[in-house]
């Protein structure tokens, strides 16, 4: 369907700057259908899901009980990863190995933030610093692709990392902070997905100046056969059998772990920031808060009005505006013009580059089939 004019949900704030998004005849958008179609089948935030991630982890208990670690969690210091390792020691009192990627990118609340809960929580944390010189180039590179998702770079070295250190360690299970109370709407054509190394590598082979020698990467196979298939490695969002709450997630973390809260989804990283309140908006013309602010007017943790408000009534200034975009350009080691160059450079969708947007199709097929004779990626 093309969209010929402006619209918004009727029911959350998702609107026409989704390039797929539909409408019913009440105007109520696909993300709020789908949500009500799928969600109330993986989001179980009352007694039946605490029953099944209760019987989840005595049986990992079970497993891991000679053995150092019970699971690896990766901890960005956002709040989703944060307030997870919080009630996986708390309330489940699971054993952990925390492994945080610094990217270059964190704030200096980020650091704060993840030693206050590791040192509350007595959880040994590995930190993978990515050699910054290969995170810059392929940084720029991205940037020179005029792609919208800039934080794939960021994202794939985290996951990457993240696995790399399960398998070393021989821990099989994987705690992941993804929910569907507060993420579950996220347009498919705003963020690609991070994980599609060819994407990556072929991005990085038209306008990267430096080889890739150290920078953590998992391949397609690795990733959605090896990993789950061959290496038996369980993926499990325990939020998604929690009844998590963002506001009730961040006073408990404020309180018990001194935690101290961005002002914002995924602002622990300082490019992220920028790039989800300046470069996405002025690029592509959206915001991809609208998104998360949605998720939560689904979840029933916001109205729709109150919504609206946020959105609109941010406080960002001129000069915060301009710090924050300083701060990248001379991170990135770019003069203004060179900056303003890429900026100014037409945008760019995933399709222009080459990638395994046909693998992931066909992956959703087999995992189909693999399911029917009882072989699933548990948690996802």
Request: net charge neutral; with cysteine.
């Amino acid at each position: 369907m093309s969209i010929t004019k402006y619209q918004i949900c009727s029911r959350c704030i998702m609107d026409t700057t989704d390039p797929d998004i539909v409408f019913d005849a009440d105007g109520v958008c696909n993300h709020c259908l789908d949500y009500d179609q799928k969600v109330p089948k993986f989001w179980k935030p009352g007694a039946e899901g605490r029953t099944e991630i209760d019987a989840i982890f005595k049986d990992i208990k079970a497993e891991q009980k000679d053995k150092e670690y019970d699971a690896v969690i990766g901890l960005s210091g956002g709040v989703d990863s944060s307030y997870l390792a919080y009630i996986a020691v708390k309330v489940f009192k699971l054993r952990l190995l925390a492994v945080h990627v610094d990217g270059g990118w964190n704030s200096e609340l980020a650091v704060k933030n993840i030693e206050n809960i590791v040192n509350t929580l007595g959880i040994d944390l590995y930190t993978e610093v990515i050699d910054w010189e290969e995170m810059r180039d392929l940084q720029v590179a991205f940037l020179n692709a005029a792609v919208a998702n800039q934080d794939v770079p960021q994202d794939h070295a985290f996951f990457a990392a993240l696995y790399r250190n399960a398998i070393q360690h021989k821990i099989r299970h994987v705690l992941s902070g993804g929910n569907y109370a507060t993420e579950s709407i996220m347009p498919f054509e705003w963020a690609y997905n991070a994980m599609d190394l060819t994407h990556l590598k072929s991005i990085h082979k038209r306008f990267g100046k430096r080889k890739l020698k150290t920078y953590p990467t998992v391949n397609f196979f690795d990733y959605y056969f090896r990993f789950p298939y061959i290496n038996r490695m369980t993926v499990i969002r325990p939020l998604n059998y929690w009844p998590y709450n963002k506001e009730e997630a961040i006073r408990t973390l404020e309180h018990e772990v001194g935690f101290r809260y961005y002002g914002g989804k995924h602002f622990e990283s300082r490019f992220t920031k920028w790039q989800q309140l300046q470069y996405r908006p002025i690029k592509f013309g959206y915001d991809e808060r609208r998104a998360y602010l949605s998720s939560l007017i689904l979840s029933g943790q916001l109205d729709r009005a109150a919504a609206i408000t946020e959105l609109a009534g941010y406080e960002y200034s001129d000069f915060q505006q301009k710090e924050d975009a300083d701060y990248v350009r001379k991170k990135l080691n770019l003069t203004e013009t060179e900056f303003q160059t890429i900026l100014d450079l037409p945008a760019k969708t995933f399709r222009d580059y080459p990638s395994e947007y046909w693998m992931l199709k066909l992956k959703d097929k087999f995992k189909y089939f693999m399911g029917r004779f009882g072989i699933n990626f548990k948690g996802k």
